[in-house]
């Protein structure tokens, strides 16, 4: 009766998650869906708090005494961290669920290595999964965090020919693996604890040579990696609940992948095996004997306050500066004066796609104001200003006319066809991809150095001198 | 081999599950707003949490004087409660701010 009754409230709870993410898919319901995934999770949690096992010790103190500690931390670092720094927080969090999964796997692995438990061919094949997949999300999502923190600099983890090292290191940990499945009757314990060696490794090296604009697609990739992590645990404990939410999230996870790489035309394959970087030298040749043309913040005021239209193209110059407010300070007292300011938003600009969205959300800019990138290439040719703040990748003119570079064939933020362009920057230094940017040479560009917020600040001020 | 199929013969119904929420997942995410992207990944981040379940059963059925399993129980339950209540608080603040504009 109790168990029935446990077992229809995970089946709640395997609703909410399906319905909350539906919910979460749509503007309008998101927030609904959110709480209603929270709520599903909470009745899951609480339901194996108290289904009733036979002869189970429990050790209910062990559980909430863990529980307690990890909801703080949790918690804690949700409501401290920085809106701009939520990409990294969101591969950290990944990457514990991840470690959450390896930990349960190696924990049975050991208990049957020292005869404690009794596994069947289909459980250990299938706790190997788990731990495979859930260090290597750990290390990958670690590492990624690390990377977009600023830590470490792309070429810090690299090997030459780190691909061939990734082989190699992906054949041993397969080989390994598979050692220990087809020696089932006799494991040894080293055997697993050097699969999950070689599973971290792995992890940490198969996310080293990704980098530039690709970040993002990893995180989502690892994400789903997580979810399968969880999922391939729910069969081992044969919990429904976990498999649904495993499953689900593993499909998110990779549907995102693909919207992500579509948004910049370029294969999953391509982005893993790391195509950017490799080819940049061609690109950069030709930049240096041209001159950027500078602006005064004076000139740039009085442009924009007498322009009839402007769109601001934001990127992650302008998260990393903090400056989504002061954006939007100028914006207002722009509007004011009749202008009409909107932003383009370019699916990946910033670390994530969204990334700019939830920035621009927290300035109060209103919706109707942000562009998706096809309407705002419509838009380019009637448009008397456009205001680069911080991004470089996304409005690099190289994806038309030059195959030699990595960015070619990405869609892009056609800002040349507007009548004048002016692009902020902190210094002529090539964006995340590592490439050269013709646009700053050309000739409708105008520069403007210096850190995002501080130059909007100096901006604002000089317009704010012609409004009076 | 033959151990394998058995397996899969015994959890027969957990396969179908498997095979038709892979589906189900395709189907309800397949269409997003890019505005959505990020919060729906985090949202999608904190469900993957559920991995604490493991965790908790396996300090249930410990005994209690395994402390080997029970430290590394505590420590999946630690690490699975991060992913869920910081991955469902982040994704809470970030649609707030979508949904305090709109008014």
Redesign the interface.
């Known amino acids: 009766m109790l168990i029935t009754a446990i077992n229809l409230i995970y089946l709640l709870g395997a609703t909410s998650?399906?319905i909350?993410?539906?919910q979460?898919?749509?503007?309008d319901t998101?927030?609904k869906?959110?709480?209603l995934?929270?709520f599903g999770?909470v009745v899951?949690?609480l339901a194996?708090?108290f289904i009733p096992?036979t002869d189970?010790?429990?050790?209910y103190l062990?559980?909430f005494?863990?529980?307690m500690?990890?909801?703080i931390?949790?918690?804690i670092?949700?409501?401290k961290?920085e809106m701009t720094a939520?990409?990294q927080?969101?591969s950290v969090?990944?990457g514990?669920?991840g470690?959450?999964?390896a930990?349960?796997a190696?924990?049975?692995l050991?208990?049957y290595a020292n005869g404690a438990t009794i596994l069947?061919?289909?459980?250990l094949?299938i706790l190997l999964i788990t731990l495979l997949i859930g260090a290597i999300a750990f290390t990958g999502s670690m590492l990624a965090y690390a990377k977009l923190q600023g830590l470490v600099k792309d070429s810090q983890v690299t090997f030459p020919k780190h691909n061939i090292v990734n082989l190699i290191l992906l054949g041993a940990l397969l080989a390994m693996s598979a050692y220990v499945y087809l020696n089932m009757a006799d494991p040894t314990l080293w055997y697993i604890v050097l699969v999950m060696v070689l599973a971290l490794l792995y992890g940490f090296s198969f996310v080293a040579p990704i980098g530039g604009a690709d970040m993002p697609v990893v995180?989502?990739l690892l994400?789903a990696f997580?979810?399968l992590?969880?999922?391939a645990?729910?069969?081992?404990?044969?919990?429904?609940?976990?498999?649904?939410?495993?499953?689900?999230?593993?499909?998110?996870?990779?549907?995102?992948t693909v919207?992500?790489c579509k948004?910049m035309n370029r294969s999953l394959l391509n982005v893993l095996i790391g195509g950017f970087g490799e080819n940049n030298q061609t690109a950069t040749d030709n930049g240096d004997k041209q001159l950027a043309k500078e602006i005064t913040y004076t000139d740039l005021a009085i442009q924009l306050y007498y322009s009839k239209s402007v769109i601001i193209v934001p990127g992650y110059g302008l998260a990393v500066a903090q400056a989504q407010k002061v954006v939007k300070r100028l914006d207002n007292l722009l509007s004011a004066n009749g202008v009409d300011v909107k932003y383009a938003?370019h699916?990946v600009a910033g670390r994530?796609?969204?990334?700019m969205?939830?920035l621009l959300?927290?300035a109060?800019?209103?919706?109707p104001k942000?562009l998706?990138m096809e309407d705002a290439n419509e838009e380019m040719p009637n448009t008397d200003m456009v205001l680069v703040i911080g991004a470089n990748d996304v409005v690099n003119p190289a994806a038309y006319d030059d195959p030699a570079s990595p960015v070619y064939g990405m869609p892009v933020i056609n800002v040349w066809e507007a009548k004048n362009v002016v692009v902020m920057k902190r210094s002529m230094s090539p964006g995340y991809a590592g490439i050269q940017n013709q646009l700053f040479f050309h000739h409708k560009t105008k520069m403007l150095f210096g850190d995002a917020k501080s130059t909007l600040e100096q901006l604002n001020d000089e317009v704010k001198i012609l409004d009076t | 081999m033959e151990q394998l199929f058995l397996y899969l013969e015994n959890n027969l119904i957990l396969i179908y599950l498997l095979i038709f929420t892979v589906i189900l997942g395709f189907e309800v995410i397949s269409k997003v707003p890019t505005v959505l992207h990020t919060p729906l990944m985090s949202g999608a981040n904190a469900i993957s949490g559920v991995v604490i379940i493991g965790a908790i059963l396996l300090i249930r059925n410990a005994a209690p004087t395994d402390y080997f399993s029970l430290s590394l129980g505590a420590l999946g339950v630690v690490l699975g409660m991060i992913n869920v209540v910081g991955g469902f608080a982040v994704t809470n603040r970030m649609l707030k701010m979508f949904s305090k504009k709109k008014k």
């Open positions: 998650f399906v909350g993410l539906k979460m898919s749509s503007p998101a927030r869906g959110n709480a995934a929270t999770m899951a949690i194996t708090l096992i189970a010790p429990n050790n062990w559980i005494g863990a529980m500690v990890g909801g931390i949790g918690y670092s949700a409501i961290i939520m990409p927080m969101v969090f990944n514990l669920g470690a959450c999964a930990v349960l190696s924990t049975e050991t208990q069947s061919k289909g459980q094949l995180i989502s994400n997580t979810g992590s969880a999922a645990a729910g069969l081992i404990y044969e919990n429904k609940i976990m498999l649904v939410g495993g499953i689900l999230v593993g499909s998110a996870g990779i549907i995102l919207l992500m948004a938003i699916p994530m796609p969204g990334h969205n939830v959300a927290e109060d800019v209103p919706y942000l998706d």
